[in-house]
């Protein structure tokens, strides 16, 4: 069956670009530029004027690239543009603000580091980030980074990174401001303006969103194995509410970046009890950031200087107990992480060295309000060093990166041990290697390929726990990884084409177990093998129409020490297993029209790949029309329009049918 796919997906790539090849009889024996990497649209980038900024042409990964021209004009989120991209898929419950999870090649959310301007956002505490608390509207690019992080970004996970890249305003004066109103109360207000002044450039951005969100959906009782007897009801305690605001200040050899961004979600429960006007819980979450960067240059060597702080608060409250069944509940957590880091640049010969060295400190505390107590007090500090050399032979149609890290760590905190509170302080070593190469085999075919081996600290929370909800385990060994890419990018002016094949063999992962009492205890017990495909294409015959295909197909198998796991043939759950994406975009004159389907299938909610509760294909179609004339754009999307209510959550339908009306004036 996988082969089957596999053979069904190398047709479907080779085919077209066959064709293409065989209609371009006039072309070049030998192209002066290398190749760029597979991208979402396959644009050719320059370099990067900041040291900090990865080179996308000597990148040896498979990046994926989300513009700008995808953010401004329509009423997007993150997680949905995300989750268009091969092999990333981004989760979310109950709609927009709800709960995500990101995944890269059927990895863990708490194995994807998520950056924003090169600054690393995961929690320290619990590992993960909430993609929510970053709006659509300061985005200029996101970068995608499968499995093999740059050397830029300093600490390398598990399954690669994202980097969010905030609005760029070099060049440029004037200001936009877009308004959005649509389905389920929801408004979306963004404004921003940008200047310069005898080589000073500055930026002010901000925004606020506001959804309802109570729609109606099918409710399956507590017998969801019998979808007949479904009724329809109305979904209660919704609403989602988001600010944002953004400042840039930079010259050629100095930037700024001040951002903050806090949203409120309340929390709905599926189930005839709870699903009422009674229910008020919520959670409520804050960022704050601030970089300061500098960057010198020596002929052929460069140097860049960073310092960077980040807070982030969290709340979540339940006073009437309906949120989990276990009474009232009120806890604030807090999250603080500080350092500064240098990267340095030397082209020698038909080398490119690149070190980089960094220092870090993390605090995490979280409080029980309910009982007043100090749930979780840790701390954690770390050396990172790195090394890259980017080796270019055979007139440079050879490029071999080899890269390695070694971090140092050392944590503090407590953690309850047959129910006596112990205090821990350890420190560990680890090293992680990377190695690819990228070769150029004709004027429009690339080859890359790349081997690495990866890990992941354990989280705080995970070492020492949090009083009442979970035990420490400090004796956590890293999660660790060894994965592999090999894949062949076709790059011509109107059509570029990419087909990846991946192999990941994660082991060591860290599962929460609990006892009778609802207790957590993370334990080293996972592993797994995935296998996969991903492949895409960008076609644009002319002005006035372009096609976009992605397909991922993944093929996992859960090798974990649980009783579940001990059955044959079980795929990892929590994970969609097969993706396909197709887009349309027709141009006729001042009006634009994007036709898009989202296709994901075959998602396990448990270890035990359990049919009764297995959800259907998850089938969303969406159209947008876009106007523009001079300053002025307006925008519709019409989202879902099957009007399906799929769930990436058991238990947590996303809403169906929407419209949004979004208006852009360019000042």
């Known amino acids: 069956m996988w082969f ?52 996308h042409e000597a990148y040896s990964g498979f990046v994926k690239t989300i513009e700008n021209t995808d953010l401004q004009y329509s009423f997007v989120t993150l997680p949905n543009l995300i989750n268009r991209q091969t092999g990333i898929q981004v989760r979310q419950a109950a709609g927009m603000g709800g709960y995500s999870s990101t995944s890269i090649r059927a990895s863990d959310g708490k194995h994807v580091n998520i950056f924003l301007d090169g600054m690393l956002l995961n929690s320290q505490g619990r590992g993960s980030f ?40 070099a060049g440029k004066q004037g200001g936009k401001l877009t308004v959005s109103h649509g389905s389920y109360n929801s408004s979306k207000l963004d404004v921003a303006y940008f200047d310069q002044w005898d080589g000073l450039q500055l930026l002010t951005a901000a925004g606020v969103t506001h959804s309802n969100q109570d729609y109606t959906f099918l409710s399956h009782g507590n017998r969801p194995d019998v979808p007949e007897n479904a009724t329809e009801k109305e979904l209660y305690n919704n609403a989602h509410k988001a600010k944002n605001l953004l400042f840039k200040a930079a010259t050629n050899d100095h930037h700024l970046l001040l ?58 409250r339940d006073p009437h107990g309906q949120y989990g069944k276990t009474g009232p ?15 340095s640049q030397l082209a020698a010969a038909n080398h490119t060295f690149s070190t980089l060295l960094e220092y870090s400190g993390s605090q995490y505390q979280e409080k029980d309000r309910t009982e007043n107590r100090t749930t979780a007090d840790t701390s954690r500090s770390s050396v990172l060093v790195g090394l890259q050399d980017d080796w270019f032979i055979w007139d440079n149609d050879l490029q071999i990166s080899i890269a ?47 081997a690495s081996k990866q890990f992941r600290q354990p989280g705080l929370i995970e070492r ?53 009492q609802g207790i957590g205890h993370p334990e080293n017990i996972g592993k797994s093998t995935i296998r996969g495909v991903e492949t895409e294409l960008f076609w644009n015959p002319s002005h006035f129409f372009s096609f976009t295909g992605k397909y991922t197909f993944l093929d996992t198998s859960n090798n974990s020490k649980t009783k579940a796991a001990r059955v044959s043939d079980l795929q990892i759950p929590g994970i969609y297993h097969e993706t396909a994406f197709v887009e349309l975009v027709s141009h006729f004159y001042s009006t634009q029209v994007i036709l898009s389907a989202l296709m994901q299938d075959d998602l396990y909610y448990d270890s035990g790949n359990s049919d009764s509760v ?27 329009l099957l009007d399906q209510q799929f769930e990436d959550f058991n238990g947590l339908p996303a809403p169906g049918f929407s419209a949004f009306l979004t208006w852009s004036y360019d000042i």
């Not at 970004?153 to 760029?168: C, P, Q």
């Not at 806090?262 to 699903?275: R, W």
């Not at 509940?329 to 500064?340: L, M, P």
């Open 4 to 55: 089957t796919k596999f053979v069904i997906v190398l047709c479907v790539f080779a085919a077209p670009v066959h064709f293409c090849v065989a209609q371009d009889d006039d072309a070049p024996k030998k192209s002066e530029q290398k190749l760029e990497e597979m991208t979402v649209y396959g644009r050719a980038e320059p370099k990067p004027e900041r040291l900090f900024d990865v080179d």
């Open 130 to 169: 909430n993609l929510n608390l970053i709006p659509a509207g300061i985005v200029e690019t996101i970068n995608i980074y499968p499995d093999i992080t740059p050397i830029q970004f300093g600490n390398a996970s598990m399954a690669g990174a994202v980097n969010i890249k905030t609005l760029d305003f």
């Open 259 to 316: 951002q903050a961004a806090s949203t409120q979600k309340e929390l709905p429960v599926i189930d005839s009890a709870s699903n009422s006007h009674t229910n008020n819980a919520y959670s409520d979450n804050a960022l704050a950031n601030m970089q300061w960067g500098f960057q010198q240059q020596f002929n052929k060597f460069e140097v860049a200087h960073r310092l960077f702080y980040g807070i982030s608060t969290g709340i979540f």
């Open 329 to 343: 509940k009120h806890y604030r957590s807090e999250d603080q992480q500080f350092g500064y880091n240098v990267l």
């Open 404 to 450: 390695a890290r070694n971090q140092y760590n050392k944590s503090n905190g407590d953690y309850v041990k047959d129910r006596i509170q112990e205090d821990a302080a350890d420190t560990t070593n680890h090293t992680s290697y990377q190695l690819g190469a990228i070769k150029t085999l004709s004027d429009f075919f690339t080859l890359k390929i790349n």
């Open 464 to 516: 020492y726990g949090t009083k009442g909800q979970m035990i420490g385990n400090p004796e956590l060994k890293e999660e660790k990884s060894h994965n592999y890419d090999v894949g062949i990018i076709f790059n011509k002016t109107s059509f570029k084409s990419g087909l990846v094949y991946f192999q990941k063999e994660p082991k060591d992962l860290i599962f929460i177990m609990y006892n009778t």
């Open 614 to 640: 297995k959800p259907p294909r998850k089938e969303l179609l969406n159209l947008n029309i876009r106007w523009k004339e001079q300053d002025h754009t307006i925008d519709l999307l019409l989202s879902n």
